[in-house]
């Protein structure tokens, strides 16, 4: 390959990543690169390692080996894989905006407070410009109105919505979507995958975990198969969906068609 | 002299030495409650996130303290505190002094509130759901932070009623004080009593005045258990 037209600088990248519970080895030896505007979709079944993997990517789970870099700035690991500088790992998580899959709204506070907590208490946004992108984004997703509800007192697709906008209320520099319609109802699936559409649309850098393909194939510029901890397949979606090379995906794509 | 002339407040009723009492009690309870929550958020948080040997003091501070009778407890804690202050100040080169009663009362029951409360917040934090503080992580919050801002309130409404409890507890061990001779309700009420040979009359009295803390006390938890519970479904009936 040659490296001529100047390449969209690199969000997200991990470099041969293993991750194992006890004994049991989840991933083994996995690699990921988003450059910004990138739609990188995982997919693969229950045990696949897909979620593990992206949990990584923000040390929710603390991979046991591997490197991984946000924004060109490498995360700072001891040998066993634990981060080094708790610091480092909390202002990179601020740059990443998780949503997941049982959305995690604080149920003590209103939507609206939801969405401020941590660019106020955190980012030290001024309190006034946080409520008003708080309130912009709302009325992008849908849920104008519903600033001052409980989050248990909405549907799961206004839940996921509103847990959208808060992850967006931080000006991530690239989403993390952890199976993010696997929780809702079929008839709630669709208001969510058109929130997130949207963003891939504005061309947001994003990772999607989802058992979505009909989705994935649209929106995702770049999609990962994993099977028992391992990248089987990856690709352009046309390629990968159109016509996957191996027979584990072949079978996958047919099990869940 | 008839029973409404013993509780008068001037002298020669005792009024305002029951009040007194009953002041002096609320105060030490206030205290001792106090101290055993911050007692409680360290031992619940070292029970539970603590390394091996914090676990281990811990484990032998919640088990003696709350198999012990309390009237003991009191007994020795206020005794053993107040011989050792002593002790520790006689060994620096400095004068023995007396402890108030006040400042022995808040120490010792405080201790013993401190044990249970442990427990009582243990549970609680357990169960606040991971996704709620999973997410605050997620979002780059530091430690102290997201204690402060997701788990205390998240374990707030599960607390409450175990805390309730405790401070209801609070109020009446410190009759317990009586023992080591410390003027709160109970004892005032025993030397009007037995001064007066109108038992009957001023227990009473002294049970109501119980009585009505705690049905104020019942009142206010009540109210904060409706604030810490906002956002919940309400589940009757379960």
């Given at each position: 390959?040659?490296?001529?037209?100047?390449?969209?600088?690199?969000?997200?990248?991990?470099?041969?990543?293993?991750?194992?519970?006890?004994?049991?080895?989840?991933?083994?030896?996995?690699?990921?690169?988003?450059?910004?505007?990138?739609?990188?979709?995982?997919?693969?079944?229950?045990?696949?390692?897909?979620?593990?993997?992206?949990?990584?990517?923000?040390?929710?789970?603390?991979?046991?080996?591997?490197?991984?870099?946000?924004?060109?700035?490498?995360?700072?690991?001891?040998?066993?894989?634990?981060?080094?500088?708790?610091?480092?790992?909390?202002?990179?998580?601020?740059?990443?905006g998780m949503v997941?899959?049982?959305?995690?709204?604080?149920?003590?506070?209103?939507?609206?407070?939801?969405?401020?907590?941590?660019?106020?208490?955190?980012?030290?946004?001024?309190?006034?410009?946080?409520?008003?992108?708080?309130?912009?984004?709302?009325?992008?997703?849908?849920?104008?109105?519903?600033?001052?509800?409980?989050?248990?007192?909405?549907?799961?697709?206004?839940?996921?919505?509103?847990?959208i906008?808060r992850a967006l209320?931080m000006?991530p520099?690239?989403m993390?979507?952890?199976?993010?319609?696997?929780?809702?109802?079929?008839?709630?699936?669709?208001?969510?995958?058109?929130?997130?559409?949207?963003?891939?649309?504005?061309?947001?850098?994003?990772?999607?975990?989802?058992?979505?393909?009909?989705?994935?194939?649209?929106?995702?510029?770049?999609?990962?198969?994993?099977?028992?901890?391992?990248?089987?397949?990856?690709?352009?979606?046309?390629?990968?969906?159109?016509?996957?090379?191996?027979?584990?995906?072949?079978?996958?794509?047919?099990?869940?068609? | 002299?008839?029973?409404?002339?013993?509780?008068?407040?001037?002298?020669?009723?005792?009024?305002?030495?029951?009040?007194?009492?009953?002041?002096?009690?609320?105060?030490?309870?206030?205290?001792?409650?106090?101290?055993?929550?911050?007692?409680?958020?360290?031992?619940?948080?070292?029970?539970?996130?603590?390394?091996?040997?914090?676990?281990?003091?811990?484990?032998?501070?919640?088990?003696?303290?709350?198999?012990?009778?309390?009237?003991?407890?009191?007994?020795?804690?206020?005794?053993?505190?107040?011989?050792?202050?002593?002790?520790?100040?006689?060994?620096?080169?400095?004068?023995?002094?007396?402890?108030?009663?006040?400042?022995?009362?808040?120490?010792?029951?405080?201790?013993?509130?401190?044990?249970?409360?442990?427990?009582?917040?243990?549970?609680?934090?357990?169960?606040?759901?991971?996704?709620?503080?999973?997410?605050?992580?997620?979002?780059?919050?530091?430690?102290?932070?997201?204690?402060?801002?997701?788990?205390?309130?998240?374990?707030?409404?599960?607390?409450?009623?175990?805390?309730?409890?405790?401070?209801?507890?609070?109020?009446?061990?410190?009759?317990?004080?009586?023992?080591?001779?410390?003027?709160?309700?109970?004892?005032?009420?025993?030397?009007?009593?037995?001064?007066?040979?109108?038992?009957?009359?001023?227990?009473?009295?002294?049970?109501?005045?119980?009585?009505?803390?705690?049905?104020?006390?019942?009142?206010?938890?009540?109210?904060?258990?409706?604030?810490?519970?906002?956002?919940?479904?309400?589940?009757?009936?379960?």
């Amino acid at each position: 390959m040659k490296d001529t037209a100047a390449p969209s600088p690199e969000a997200i990248r991990v470099d041969e990543l293993h991750k194992s519970f006890g004994a049991h080895h989840v991933l083994k030896g996995v690699s990921l690169r988003a450059c910004e505007g990138d739609v990188v979709a995982i997919i693969g079944g229950s045990g696949s390692g897909k979620s593990t993997m992206l949990r990584c990517i923000n040390f929710l789970e603390t991979p046991s080996s591997g490197r991984i870099s946000i924004g060109g700035e490498d995360v700072a690991m001891r040998p066993d894989g634990s981060p080094l500088n708790r610091k480092q790992i909390e202002r990179l998580r601020q740059s990443l905006g998780m949503v997941f899959q049982s959305f995690n709204l604080w149920t003590h506070r209103t939507v609206l407070e939801n969405l401020i907590e941590v660019p106020v208490h955190v980012l030290k946004t001024p309190k006034d410009e946080a409520i008003a992108r708080a309130r912009k984004l709302l009325a992008r997703v849908g849920l104008a109105e519903k600033e001052g509800a409980y989050p248990a007192f909405m549907s799961g697709g206004q839940q996921q919505r509103a847990a959208i906008a808060r992850a967006l209320c931080m000006e991530p520099r690239a989403m993390l979507f952890d199976e993010p319609t696997s929780a809702l109802d079929p008839e709630l699936v669709g208001e969510v995958l058109q929130v997130i559409r949207g963003l891939a649309d504005e061309g947001r850098t994003m990772v999607l975990v989802t058992h979505e393909m009909k989705f994935a194939r649209e929106v995702a510029s770049h999609v990962i198969y994993l099977h028992n901890g391992l990248i089987e397949e990856q690709g352009p979606p046309d390629q990968l969906f159109g016509a996957p090379k191996s027979e584990r995906l072949k079978q996958f794509l047919k099990s869940v068609a | 002299m008839s029973g409404l002339e013993l509780l008068a407040w001037e002298a020669p009723g005792w009024g305002a030495a029951l009040a007194a009492g009953l002041l002096k009690s609320v105060l030490i309870a206030l205290g001792a409650f106090s101290l055993g929550l911050l007692i409680g958020i360290g031992g619940a948080y070292g029970k539970l996130y603590g390394g091996p040997v914090t676990r281990d003091l811990l484990a032998v501070y919640t088990t003696i303290v709350r198999a012990v009778p309390e009237l003991i407890l009191i007994l020795i804690l206020y005794f053993a505190f107040t011989s050792s202050i002593n002790n520790l100040l006689l060994a620096w080169g400095f004068e023995r002094i007396q402890i108030s009663g006040f400042v022995a009362g808040i120490a010792v029951l405080g201790v013993v509130q401190g044990a249970y409360a442990t427990e009582v917040l243990r549970g609680a934090i357990l169960s606040v759901p991971a996704g709620q503080i999973e997410a605050a992580r997620a979002m780059g919050m530091p430690p102290l932070m997201l204690a402060w801002r997701v788990t205390f309130p998240q374990m707030l409404a599960a607390a409450i009623p175990g805390l309730a409890n405790l401070w209801l507890i609070a109020t009446k061990d410190t009759a317990l004080l009586a023992v080591v001779g410390y003027a709160e309700l109970t004892l005032v009420t025993r030397q009007a009593a037995s001064t007066t040979k109108a038992f009957f009359t001023f227990f009473m009295a002294a049970g109501l005045l119980y009585l009505c803390i705690s049905i104020l006390s019942t009142l206010i938890f009540g109210r904060i258990e409706a604030w810490a519970r906002r956002g919940q479904v309400r589940q009757e009936g379960r």
